[in-house]
Each structure stands twice: as structure tokens, then as C-alpha cells.
T-cell receptor
Framework: DSGVTQTPKHLITATGQRVTLRCSPR?????VYWYQQSLDQGLQFLIQ???????AKGNILERFSAQQFPDLHSELNLSSLELGDSALYFC????????????FGSGTRLTVV | AQTVTQSQPEMSVQEAETVTLSCTYD???????LFWYKQPPSRQMILVIR??????QNATENRFSVNFQKAAKSFSLKISDSQLGDTAMYFC?????????????FGEGTQLTVNP
């Protein structure tokens, strides 16, 4: 157990639907990062939050949004889902800037049918 | 923008032997961090080793060590006494040290198979 908790582990949904992925960071970590791992595109950075505020944004689609709550857990919202959104979504956390390395959760496997 | 390149999509090694995975990166920054992550079949991402660019000494973690060549922008991972449990996808990653909270940029990965 890495200390970063992601729920659910697996999610199957239909095209056009909306889902919410949840992440609880390791105790004491203020930064949360979201990554998408697709078969053909490797690990792609989506977005980072630090202590409740958005810190950096990557190639995140407009259909996707995220937030970090006062208790530091984070949610990634994916809407108007398409088949191509099927991927493994990772959450990671770090104490400050992440120079010590991120701690990853076990991921949420999203399948859009 | 920084890029990370792993030129070996797949590699294999016999148990107990040594294997080296290659990684090159491109950056104009002078302060940065480099990492190797391991992703076994469970898909969990596990930090293997990290290197600070301002340190000339190569990092080591038990059977894992790196060869960091800053001028050549090369960061290879050596696994000694390979074990079956080392079978995994290995990702090289870069982080800019100048910006607080910088993202990790990953390479495409190298699938390592350790054969008995």
C-alpha cells in the first residue's frame, strides 16, 4: 500500500456519460497530480493541485475537470466520455514540489463502451 | 519543453545477470531531477531511483544504479543480479527543478523481461 488511495479501481461506462474518479493523497502530502496512461500514448500529465489550488495544467481536455478539497482529497471529473478516453488514470502525491519523487496510487481503470 | 526518450521498447535478461536500460533527455535547464519508475504487471507505479542533476555522484539503491552523464544528457539504469520480480515496464522521467511543483515528464518505457 503506497498510501495514495484511488477509487474506484475499475469503472465501465457508456459513451456520453460522466464519471468521477477520487484520490486521497498520502498523509502529509499537499500536492496531487493526475496522469492518464493509454496504450498508445504512455503516461500523460493532466493536472496538478497544491494545497487546494491548481498549480499546473497539461494536455487536459475541456471535457475533463478536477479539484482538490480542503481535506486535500482530489476528484477528476470526466464528461461526455468517448471510446478514446478508455485508459488507466493515476493519481500521485508529493509533500512539496515532488523533487523526492511522486507516490502513485494503484490507478482507476476506465473502460468506455 | 523537455522530452525524454527511451530507445529500447523491449529488453530481456537472464536471471542473475546484469542489464542496462537507456534513457536520454533534452532540456535547457541546469537544475533538474531524473527518476526511474517501475511498473510491474500489477500496473502500480513504483519509484526505483532518483538523481539530482547538481550531484555528480551516481545514485545507487541496492541492485539498482544509474550512469548519469549530464553533458550527454544521458541517464541509464543498471540492474545487477536480475531477479524474476524485476520483470516490469521501466519508465525514465524528468522533472524541472526550477519551478515549484513541476510535472514529471515520462519516456515511452522499456519492457524488461527477466528469464529463468
Amino acid at each position: 500500500d503506497s498510501g495514495v488511495t484511488q477509487t474506484p479501481k475499475h469503472l465501465i461506462t457508456a459513451t456520453g456519460q460522466r464519471v468521477t474518479l477520487r484520490c486521497s493523497p498520502r498523509s502529509g502530502d499537499l500536492s496531487v497530480y493526475w496522469y492518464q496512461q493509454s496504450l498508445d500514448q504512455g503516461l500523460q500529465f493532466l493536472i496538478q493541485y497544491y494545497n487546494g489550488e491548481e498549480r499546473a495544467k497539461g494536455n487536459i481536455l475541456e471535457r475533463f475537470s478536477a479539484q482538490q478539497f480542503p481535506d486535500l482529497h482530489s476528484e477528476l471529473n470526466l464528461s461526455s466520455l468517448e471510446l478514446g478516453d478508455s485508459a488507466l488514470y493515476f493519481c500521485a502525491s508529493s509533500h512539496m514540489g515532488g523533487a523526492g519523487g511522486y507516490t502513485f496510487g494503484s490507478g482507476t481503470r476506465l473502460t468506455v463502451v | 519543453a523537455q522530452t525524454v526518450t527511451q530507445s529500447q521498447p523491449e529488453m530481456s535478461v537472464q536471471e542473475a545477470e546484469t542489464v542496462t536500460l537507456s534513457c536520454t533527455y533534452d532540456t535547457s535547464e541546469s537544475n533538474y531531477y531524473l527518476f526511474w519508475y517501475k511498473q510491474p504487471p500489477s500496473r502500480q507505479m513504483i519509484l526505483v531511483i532518483r538523481q539530482e542533476a547538481y550531484k555528480q555522484q551516481n545514485a545507487t539503491e541496492n541492485r539498482f544504479s544509474v550512469n548519469f552523464q549530464k553533458a550527454a544528457k544521458s541517464f541509464s539504469l543498471k540492474i545487477s543480479d536480475s531477479q524474476l520480480g524485476d520483470t516490469a515496464m521501466y519508465f525514465c522521467a524528468f522533472m524541472n527543478g526550477e519551478t515549484s511543483g513541476s510535472r514529471l515528464t515520462f519516456g515511452e518505457g522499456t519492457q524488461l523481461t527477466v528469464n529463468p
